[in-house]
Nanobody
Framework: QVQLVESGGGLVQPGGSLRLSCTSS????????MGWYRQPVEKERELVAR???????TFGDSVKGRFSISANSAMNAVFLQMNDLRPEDTAVYYC????????WGQGTQVTVSS
């Protein structure tokens, strides 16, 4: 069993910043890739950012230049630094981790509003 636990979500004003964290526990110590997806209300889940064990990063078009992703050296925790947040960034953010299977966290709400 693998558990991914997200933290760091909350309410922030437009232009503000948040840092999301995701830590893992369970039977897998290290992952091939970790990342973040988000799902706004009544919309489909979309890629936010992803990082591989080799350090390759991928970002969704709407967050490029504003968000950054990092992982710890053990590749079992991932972090998302979100800057210049906009109302359209409001969503539930899900951590994901890839080993032989793909694992998902329960999600953390990010709300950008004045």
């Amino acid at each position: 069993q693998v558990q991914l636990v997200e933290s760091g979500g909350g309410l922030v004003q437009p232009g503000g910043s948040l840092r999301l964290s995701c830590t893992s526990s369970g039977s897998i110590y290290s992952f091939r890739a970790m990342g973040w997806y988000r799902q706004p209300v009544e919309k489909e889940r979309e890629l936010v950012a992803r990082i591989t064990e080799g350090g390759t990063t991928t970002f969704g078009d709407s967050v490029k230049g504003r968000f950054s992703i990092s992982a710890n050296s053990a590749m079992n925790a991932v972090f998302l630094q979100m800057n210049d947040l906009r109302p359209e960034d409001t969503a539930v953010y899900y951590c994901t981790a890839l080993a032989a299977d793909n694992y998902w966290g329960q999600g953390t709400q990010v709300t950008v509003s004045s």
